[in-house]
């Protein structure tokens, strides 16, 4: 599955108890998946043999596209939201201009 797949199942397709982990560079084609942390928070050992590193938890991709607000945004502006803030901790300038 590829990291925009698993964006545009947002908000509703993915358990919150879920973290995304990606391939770097992020891009909506970077291969990604969604698997449950252990006990220990930490990821399956597979899921770091294959070079996925952590992209986000389910949950707080799902309440950084709550800075929408009432606006439906496109699929390409989810995507580039959740990768710039995943890669900044911040939202981009440009989700308060729209």
Not at 12 to 30: E, H, M, Q, V, Y
Not at 78 to 96: S, T
Request: with cysteine; proline share 7%.
């Amino acid at each position: 599955m590829d990291l925009g797949t698993l964006i545009d199942r947002l908000p509703g397709g993915l358990d919150d108890r879920l973290c995304i982990f990606a391939a770097k560079p992020w891009s909506a084609t970077s291969p990604a998946v969604a698997v449950q942390l252990d006990n220990e928070f930490k990821p399956p050992k597979e899921v770091l043999e294959q070079g996925f590193v952590y992209f986000l938890e389910a949950h707080v991709a799902k309440e950084t596209l709550e800075v929408f607000g009432d606006r439906q945004p496109s699929a390409t502006e989810k995507r580039n939201l959740l990768i710039f803030y995943a890669e900044n901790d911040a939202f981009p300038d440009w989700v308060y201009t729209r």
